[in-house]
């Protein structure tokens, strides 16, 4: 099994002389033209394959050889290393600005009883589960990158076990809220709520989901030390 890890995906971008994404290339499995989150998302992968002036063959085989999961838009983790970490990877537009996990709350790791990961997934996790490393890229000008963080969950976020009993707690009051509301009828539904026909005409449906954000490792920094030098 050929193996990396976050050491040699840091000191590969540290030799890498061009710390701008491509955003005009085309996306190695669908063609598609890439978005800023998906340039950052490749960036890295080719920061742990080392494979960042390889042409989209080599990537594609290099991918499959150290990457065990590559990811679904969906659902996490973004990518999962070969007998190693599950990868988050996120960006953000400046270094104190929150980070957006949309409808995926925090992790310090991943556990197969997981409702958002992918089934999948789940076989790759086993039973104590693995280790979520965050990697948190700040891009200005749409391609530069200004800073890169290598942070793992359990340094950075609540545990995930707590966390979810504390999710499911928020999620529940929110529920019983929404099912008092006097408009349309509830439907069963693993967001935290969905109320259909609230219209007079009874054509509207509303769904409510939550959407989730991180403070950013330096705002933490700042935070916690009261340093205002960032």
Known sequence: M???NPVRAFLNIIKYPDLRLNNTGKNIYDNRI???GQGLEDFIKDSFANTFDADENVKKEK???FFKYQG???HPPDIILNNSDAVEIKKNKRVLSNIALNSSWPRSKLYKNDSKIKKSVKKFVGDIGIDVLYIIGTIEKKTDIKRIFFIYGDCFVSDTNHYI???K???NLIKNSISELPYGSNEETNELGRLNN???LQRTNLRIRGMYELISPSKAICLKYNYQGI
């Open 165 to 167: 009993a504390d999710y």
């Open 169 to 171: 707690k928020i999620s």
């Open 72 to 74: 679904s838009s969906n």
């Open 34 to 36: 890439q978005i800023q």
């Open 198 to 200: 609230i219209d007079l």
């Open 63 to 65: 991918y499959a050889k």
């Open 2 to 4: 050929i193996t990396t």
